[in-house]
């Protein structure tokens, strides 16, 4: 029996949600003093934005008791209720088209023989994460304008694109993360038993990959969702999403209807990370 | 029926080159966040038929590069005075003669022949204001249209004063309360211009916007600052006052053109013309709370706003409200050094 084993030779360290994490930084002294830190520093803020969500008053700074009505009122607010529905059909569509190229990608950078050019490869996936995004921006802008102007079109089409765009290495990593979790044995023992490769990646590697395939929709999803700079710069005639809406409304007077806005995407945020975190610390079994 | 000789006497008047024209259709306006009337849309969209689809953008230089990158399919486009002229220059703007409009007779005659867009051939007023001194007068009850407020403040405010973060604005307002003109690139005078803001930068609290909270809650006695922000710090503490300074302070005005590559030309020209009906600009007052520079509008206006001295400059001070012109790049570039030096 001719067993291959087919261990992934490069190790990237650029995963931050790999299990794999060396442990070692936890002993240098002032960790935690520096952990806490930054916590705080992330954190903190957000406290007074969500608290005076809930303001009945007008301020967004003196409180004057509790109050659901910036909920209401965002919930009521036409120009919000618009903007939040094309955001999330810009989000689940780029973050489905995003997980599936991530998919593929992953699989084709883990499930075969090492080969050259392989390490220009992940640089090239993960490439968005590293360019600023307002060169992404308006490098977007510039060709996009080309093909309006020569198309004629002014859908959503390109913001759709571009938010997949960016969200592939979002979900390219906790879906590589799981592949190389996963050890070859039970795809190679199908293998031996004739399955073909279909069937293989249909009955065996799928399901085993799932956690990781909803983990990275999942970021990919809150990724689109919370994006401003490259859909300011894409955006079409008509086509704000929560965010841009929001950034236009910070320019002047600012209610805790923003806040209550605010309060919603974060919500969301924390249970879809949160979910992602649950999927990728779940064992391979 | 009637729709229909309506757009024959549109043709007709198409043909005169000046007349409004119904043209049933869509408007893509382009303009600053949270800054537009629903009901002023909703109004031109009854009366012509027209559906108007508004985009957000925050800033000036937004607006610029989304524009001259091209295929953006706006229509309208409302930039503020000091980017007009870089708007016309880059071929951006089409040449819609706002003055030739029927509407025009009811703009203001300070503002039928500005700098920016002379003699009016590219854009209508949508709104300006003035960067003045918000005083809260339980704290100082002296004179308050100075700019002495922040630059030589009295006793009482020292250390509860704020200065708005924006360069041109305040080095504009110290370069006129020493006796300049803004724009100059006169050193001397520069010099003293610097010394002055690092004399008194001690005396400050904080350069930092968001000042209807604070003097809401009684944060700061005093600021140099936006009038719509003092008219609604106002409406929360009764005691703010807004003072004009008497040597000199800055006014910035928005106004709408329509873009060269505009697909509905004719809609926009219709809307340019609707924005100069007094009671259409009182519209767009009443939402965003700024001044908006049509005769006869103030009729029309909420009661809370008519004859606001926040809204409106007495006329002793009005001499002293100067446009601020796009600088040369050389003074720009001393600007920034100051500036840099009073961050510090």
């Known amino acids: 029996m001719c067993v291959r084993h087919n261990v992934p030779v490069i190790h990237v360290p650029t995963n931050p949600l790999s299990s794999h994490k060396p442990f070692v930084i936890r002993r240098i002294p002032g960790f935690a003093t520096v952990a806490v830190i930054c916590f705080a520093v992330l954190y903190i803020p957000l406290a007074p934005l969500v608290a005076y969500s809930f303001n009945a008053g007008t301020s967004i700074t003196l409180w004057e008791g509790f109050s659901l009505r910036w909920y209401e009122a965002a919930w009521r607010n036409d120009l919000v209720q618009e903007a939040a529905i094309r955001s999330v059909v810009i989000a689940v569509t780029a973050s489905v088209c995003a997980t599936t190229v991530a998919t593929m990608a992953a699989l084709g950078t883990t499930r075969t ?22 060169v992404t921006a308006v490098a977007l802008l510039i060709v996009f304008a080309i093909v309006k102007t020569a198309t004629d079109y002014h ?18 990593l906790p879906i590589r993360a799981r592949l190389e979790g996963m050890d070859l044995t039970l795809e190679t023992a199908a293998a031996d038993l004739y399955a073909t490769p279909w069937k293989i990646f249909h009955r065996v590697t799928l399901p085993l990959l799932l956690p990781g395939i909803l983990a990275g929709a999942m970021l990919a999803f809150v990724i689109s969702l919370d994006d401003v700079v490259i859909t300011e710069f894409v955006k079409s005639v008509g086509q704000d999403t929560l965010p841009t809406y929001m950034l236009g409304q ?3 007077v600012v209610t805790p209807e923003i806040n209550a806005i605010s309060t919603v995407l974060l919500g969301i945020s924390v249970v879809l990370v949160t979910l992602v975190f649950l999927l990728s610390r779940e064992k391979v079994q | 029926m009637m729709k229909k000789m309506l757009t024959i006497l549109a043709g007709i008047g198409l043909l005169a080159t000046t007349g409004a024209a119904i ?13 537009t009337n629903p009901d002023l849309l909703k109004k031109f969209e009854e009366a012509h038929g027209v559906k108007v689809t508004v985009t957000d953008y925050d800033s000036n230089d937004t607006a610029l590069a989304k524009i001259k990158a091209g295929g953006h399919g706006f229509d309208m486009v409302v930039p503020s005075a000091n980017y007009i002229p870089i708007f016309i220059s880059e071929g951006l703007l089409l040449e819609t003669r706002p003055d030739q409009m029927e509407n025009f007779n009811h703009v203001l005659d300070e503002f039928a022949n500005p700098d920016w867009d002379p003699g009016r051939h590219y854009t209508v007023p949508w709104q300006w204001g003035s960067v003045g001194m918000i005083v809260d007068t339980s704290v100082y009850s002296g004179d308050i249209n100075t700019a002495a407020i922040y630059l030589d403040p009295p006793e009482e405010l020292v250390g509860k004063i704020n200065v708005a973060p924006e360069m041109n604005d305040v080095l ?14 006169d050193k001397e005078l520069l010099k003293k211009v610097r010394d002055k803001l690092l004399e008194a930068k001690p005396k400050w609290l904080s350069m930092d916007y968001g000042m209807i909270e604070k003097f809401a809650g009684r944060d700061v006695a005093a600021s140099l600052y936006w009038n719509g922000a003092a008219f609604r710090a106002r409406e929360k503490n009764t005691d703010v006052r807004y003072g004009y300074p008497q040597e000199g302070f800055a006014l910035w005005m928005d106004s709408v053109g329509v873009l060269k590559d505009a697909k509905n030309v004719e809609n926009a020209k219709l809307f340019q013309n609707f924005l100069m009906q007094p009671e259409n600009a009182a519209l767009i007052s009443a939402f965003a709370r700024y001044a908006n520079g049509i005769k006869g509008s103030e009729v029309f206006m909420p009661d809370d706003m008519k004859g606001a001295e926040e809204i409106e400059i007495p006329s002793d001070l009005a001499g002293a409200g100067i446009f601020l012109p796009t600088c040369s790049p050389e003074a720009t570039e001393l600007y920034t050094a100051i500036w840099t030096e009073l961050q510090k």
Do not use: D, K
Not at chain 1, 113 to 134: C, H, T
Not at chain 2, 172 to 185: H, V
């Open chain 1, 113 to 134: 023989r090492p080969y050259r050019g392989q390490l220009a490869i992940y640089a090239i996936i993960n490439q968005p994460l590293m360019v600023p995004e307002i």
């Open chain 1, 155 to 172: 859908g959503l089409a390109y913001l759709i694109v571009a938010h997949t765009a960016f969200c592939v290495p979002f979900a390219y």
């Open chain 1, 250 to 252: 910070l320019r002047r």
């Open chain 2, 23 to 35: 043209a049933e259709g869509e408007l893509n306006l382009f303009n600053w966040g949270n800054y």
């Open chain 2, 172 to 185: 504009s307002s110290a370069i006129m309360y020493l006796g300049g003109e803004p724009c100059t690139t």
